[in-house]
């Protein structure tokens, strides 16, 4: 059995609001061996992995750690959906939430236009890396915020998640600028034709003219945040 089984089934459970000994009851084991499964000291059998997910109501793959969806789904790109909207009233004191969520979704929509143009996988692969890794970080931040919510949900430690995600932004950040300066190793391609990359006012007032002004507004909070000024 795999790492994540014990941590997904313990999850589960105290997700579901109950007691050691009332799952051992409902998977019909003993509270002691659904203990060891729980801690990885023993590994079960198919039988109970059926079991288990019938009654979680989630799918083998999800419980094995296969599919981070709960019904074992692969998502294609056509399936994404779209980020949704808040349904919340706008309070005064989350406006700025509202204000830089904008901000960052529109702005991506031109840094992402970029890198398809770049026909460029590694580029693309790196820049990836770098935002995923960058919203990993601050979700687990928040995630602290409320002492209800499970650390289970994750596999590494604070402490040593933060380490490690901010060790691979610098890889990636590292690797991209290799990739665009075409100062790289031979198993990295180079920007094939970065003329199509070129970014000018007039190319941006053209092509994204709804997302223009929130990509210079971030370039501009985000250098007078770095250059100290009020």
């Keep these: 059995m795999n790492a994540d089984f014990p941590r997904i089934?313990?999850?589960?459970?105290?997700?579901?609001?109950?007691?050691q000994?009332?799952?051992?009851?409902?998977?019909?084991?003993?509270?002691a061996l659904l203990s060891h499964y729980e801690k990885g000291i023993r590994e079960c059998g198919l039988a109970f992995v059926i079991r288990a997910a019938d009654f979680y109501?989630?799918?083998?793959?999800?419980?094995?750690?296969?599919?981070?969806?709960?019904?074992?789904?692969?998502?294609?790109?056509?399936?994404?959906?779209?980020?949704?909207?808040?349904?919340?009233?706008?309070?005064?004191?989350?406006?700025?939430a509202i204000y830089n969520k904008k901000l960052l979704m529109s702005s991506l929509n031109i840094l992402y236009d970029l890198l398809?143009?770049?026909?460029?996988?590694?580029?693309i692969g790196e820049v990836s890396s770098f935002l995923t890794m960058a919203v990993y970080r601050m979700f687990r931040i928040v995630f602290r915020a409320s002492r209800k919510n499970n650390?289970?949900?994750f596999v590494l430690p604070k402490e040593l998640a933060n380490a490690q995600a901010q060790a691979a932004m610098s890889v990636s950040e590292a690797?991209?600028?290799?990739?665009?300066?075409?100062?790289l190793p031979k198993e990295l391609d180079?920007?094939?034709h970065p003329e199509k990359m070129a970014v000018s006012m007039e190319l941006l007032d053209s092509e994204y003219p709804a997302d223009k002004s929130a990509l210079l507004n971030l370039i501009k909070n985000c250098e007078h945040k770095l250059s100290g000024e009020k």
Excluded at 9 to 19: A, F, H, M, N, Y
Excluded at 116 to 123: A, F, P, V
């Design 116 to 123: 398809i143009k770049s026909e460029n996988k590694g580029l």
């Design 151 to 153: 650390q289970e949900m």
């Design 21 to 31: 000994k009332q799952a051992a009851q409902e998977l019909g084991v003993s509270q």
């Design 57 to 96: 109501d989630v799918s083998c793959d999800f419980l094995l750690g296969r599919s981070p969806e709960r019904k074992g789904t692969t998502l294609t790109v056509e399936e994404l959906p779209e980020p949704a909207e808040s349904k919340e009233r706008p309070n005064p004191k989350t406006l700025s």
């Design 175 to 183: 690797t991209a600028g290799a990739i665009v300066d075409s100062a």
């Design 9 to 19: 089934l313990t999850l589960l459970r105290k997700e579901k609001g109950i007691s």
């Design 190 to 192: 180079p920007v094939a």
